[in-house]
């Protein structure tokens, strides 16, 4: 009953832009961190940015600083990544997950994941 699913992937040229969702059902995301991953082919997941659930402070890994931006809203249980100015090195399948308490960009400390959604940037 519980789920996460993430949407809004695609194919998209360098320098164009996508919005990811996270979309939750049978439970609240308002008292839970949610945190975007991905994962290229042969290689290991990486944290791309979080959202806390307190304060909703963010964090963003370096690659992406600048250029993606994560936000929530609470009334219609969804969080999102605003992904612009892609690059090819941003091709992964993306993933959303939830954490209890804190924010970071630690897979291991998410407690439940979604499907992923497959993000493809090329010419």
């Known amino acids: 009953q519980v789920q996460l699913v993430e949407s809004g992937g695609g194919l998209v040229q360098p320098g164009g832009s996508l919005r990811l969702s996270c979309a939750a059902s049978g439970f609240t995301l308002d008292y839970y961190a949610i945190g975007w991953f991905r994962q290229a082919p042969g290689k290991a997941r990486e944290g791309v940015s979080c959202?806390?659930?307190?304060?909703?402070?963010?964090y963003y890994a370096d690659s992406v600083k600048g250029r993606f931006t994560i936000s929530r809203d609470n009334a219609k249980n969804t969080v999102y990544l605003q992904m612009n100015s892609l690059k090819p090195e941003d091709t992964a399948v993306y993933y959303c997950?939830?954490?209890?308490?804190?924010?970071?960009?630690?897979?291991?400390?998410?407690?439940?994941w979604g499907q992923g959604t497959q993000v493809t940037v090329s010419s």
């Open positions: 997950a939830t954490l209890i308490e804190g924010c970071g960009l630690t897979p291991l400390e998410y407690d439940y």
């Open positions: 959202i806390s659930s307190s304060d909703g402070s963010t």
